[in-house]
């Protein structure tokens, strides 16, 4: 992780430390030049033949198509790309960063945030005119402008009403009145940081407009209760009852009483203080692949194959789409490694080898003493069943 009092060109000069107290999710921030010696590795047209791509998750937005504010969803083909209009669409592509290394190694620069936190790269190009309408997001959100101009309008959570455009597929606002001290203009490099719930509405100010959104996971707290109960629900106690003491208060035998309230809220709470199964939830949750078909785990014989190479000193990686993280109890002596949705037990002392495979990308493991403590091998060997690490193989002639 980041020295968070280290000034980082990513934030204008500003120390992570200050940004976290001063901006994390309480207002935006407008980075002007953050970015610097980035060389955009997909033009617009690479994007469009990565939207014909089956297994790629795209999107157009028409402002003005056969419907107000049309979206169509991807894979398309070159007929889509002839139609559209001269102006005013935008083409979406998401998680770019698990198809193409640049923009991977453009989110590591924000490994001063939770890297288990951080979801992916959005790319959006858009023609001029080019938005996808006054909205919201439920998270926190970089935007990054790479190329081309766009100019953002902001609003505070409490400047606007949650209400839509009736009859379109997008939660577009209906009442987006801007705010003439949040409305900023982005040329490429600078980059709008936003907190969850700040509605923006973007809209290109050229045909070169280019923008990557960085997205940060923000599970519901309903999701976390849902999960909870799941967990909770695998062992069943059948002495754990409702069961209120009475204390003689009741005005009537049909009166539910606040004393049995409070009695279950203190029961649930009971349950629901286990920091354990907290974390077990919140690790496997937030380390779940985007798209888990494009993961699953290696069987036995890859597995013995894939082990082999990394003695044997070849290259490894840790993909784009990887997921990692672990949690360490204050009174164990053992931490729980996540990978994309797994999990394991190793020995603490292991921690520092973990921080190096979510600090690091790439991996020759050929001089590792496998023998200097009894779960790295099976530690080693968990990362690569779950492909947390992949080995890295040349492309055929």
């Given at each position: 992780?980041?020295d968070?009092?280290?000034p980082?060109?990513?934030?204008?000069?500003?120390?992570?430390?200050?940004?976290?107290?001063?901006?994390?999710?309480?207002?935006?921030l407008?980075?002007?030049?953050?970015?610097?010696?980035?060389?955009v590795?997909?033009?617009?047209?690479e994007?469009?033949?990565?939207?014909?791509?089956?297994?790629?998750?795209?999107?157009?937005?028409?402002?003005?198509?056969k419907?107000?504010?049309?979206?169509?969803?991807?894979?398309?083909?070159?007929?889509?790309?002839?139609?559209?209009?001269?102006?005013e669409w935008?083409?979406?592509?998401?998680?770019?960063?698990?198809?193409?290394?640049?923009?991977?190694n453009?989110k590591e620069?924000?490994?001063?945030?939770?890297?288990?936190?951080?979801?992916?790269?959005?790319?959006?190009?858009?023609?001029?005119?080019?938005?996808v309408?006054?909205?919201?997001?439920?998270?926190?959100?970089?935007?990054?402008?790479?190329?081309?101009?766009?100019?953002?309008?902001?609003?505070?959570?409490?400047?606007?009403?949650?209400?839509a455009?009736p009859?379109?597929?997008?939660?577009?606002?209906?009442?987006?009145?801007?705010?003439?001290?949040?409305?900023?203009e982005?040329?490429?490099?600078?980059i709008?940081?936003?907190?969850?719930?700040f509605?923006?509405?973007?809209?290109?100010?050229?045909?070169?407009?280019?923008?990557y959104?960085?997205?940060?996971?923000a599970?519901?707290?309903?999701?976390?209760?849902?999960?909870m109960?799941?967990k909770?629900?695998e062992t069943?106690n059948?002495k754990?009852?409702?069961?209120?003491p009475?204390?003689?208060?009741?005005?009537?035998?049909?009166q539910?009483?606040?004393?049995?309230?409070?009695?279950?809220?203190?029961?649930?709470?009971r349950l629901?203080?286990?920091?354990?199964a907290?974390?077990?939830?919140?690790?496997?949750t937030?380390?779940?692949s985007k798209?888990?078909?494009?993961?699953?785990?290696?069987?036995?014989?890859?597995?013995?194959?894939?082990?082999?190479?990394?003695?044997?000193?070849?290259?490894?990686?840790?993909?784009?789409?990887?997921?990692?993280?672990?949690?360490?109890?204050e009174?164990?002596?053992?931490?729980?490694?996540?990978?994309?949705?797994?999990?394991?037990?190793?020995?603490?002392e292991?921690?520092?080898?973990?921080?190096?495979?979510?600090?690091?990308i790439?991996?020759?493991?050929?001089?590792?003493?496998?023998?200097?403590?009894?779960?790295?091998?099976?530690?080693?060997?968990?990362?690569?069943?779950?492909?947390?690490?992949?080995?890295?193989?040349?492309?055929?002639?």
């Open positions: 992780m980041t968070l009092n280290t980082l060109t990513l934030l204008g000069g500003m120390t992570a430390q200050t940004f976290l107290d001063e901006y994390w999710q309480k207002k935006p407008l980075i002007r030049a953050g970015l610097t010696d980035f060389d590795p997909l033009d617009a047209d994007l469009a033949g990565m939207a014909m791509e089956e297994e790629v998750e795209s999107r157009i937005v028409i402002e003005n198509g419907t107000p504010w049309e979206t169509q969803q991807g894979p398309f083909d070159e007929n889509t790309f002839s139609a559209l209009p001269e102006k935008t083409l979406l592509i998401q998680a770019v960063d698990h198809w193409v290394p640049e923009v991977q453009l620069q924000f490994q001063f945030l939770p890297s288990w936190r951080l979801d992916d790269v959005m790319i959006s190009y858009a023609t001029e005119g080019g938005s309408g006054p909205h919201y997001d439920q998270y926190d959100v970089f935007l990054i402008q790479v190329a081309g101009k766009r100019r953002w309008q902001v609003l505070a959570p409490g400047n606007y009403q949650d209400s455009i009859d379109i597929a997008l939660h577009i606002l209906d009442n987006f009145n801007a705010n003439t001290e949040m409305d900023w982005l040329e490429a490099g600078d709008l940081y936003l907190p969850p719930n509605a923006h509405n973007g809209r290109s100010l050229d045909d070169d407009c280019m923008t959104s960085v997205g940060f996971r599970p519901s707290l309903q999701d976390a209760l849902t999960g109960r799941d909770l629900c069943i059948a754990d009852r409702f069961a209120p009475e204390t003689g208060k009741r005005e009537h035998s049909a539910i009483h606040a004393d049995d309230i409070a009695y279950l809220q203190t029961e649930l709470a629901i203080s286990q920091p354990d907290l974390a077990n939830w919140l690790g496997e937030m380390s779940e798209y888990p078909e494009f993961l699953a785990p290696l069987n036995n014989q890859e597995l013995t194959d894939a082990f082999q190479s990394a003695k044997q000193g070849q290259t490894f990686i840790r993909p784009g789409d990887a997921r990692i993280c672990y949690y360490q109890s009174d164990t002596k053992t931490i729980s490694v996540f990978c994309n949705g797994e999990s394991m037990a190793i020995n603490a292991l921690a520092s080898f973990v921080q190096a495979i979510t600090d690091q790439e991996f020759d493991f050929s001089g590792l003493d496998l023998s200097q403590n009894e779960d790295l091998e099976p530690l080693v060997r968990f990362l690569i069943r779950q492909q947390g690490i992949i080995e890295l193989v040349a492309p055929e002639e």
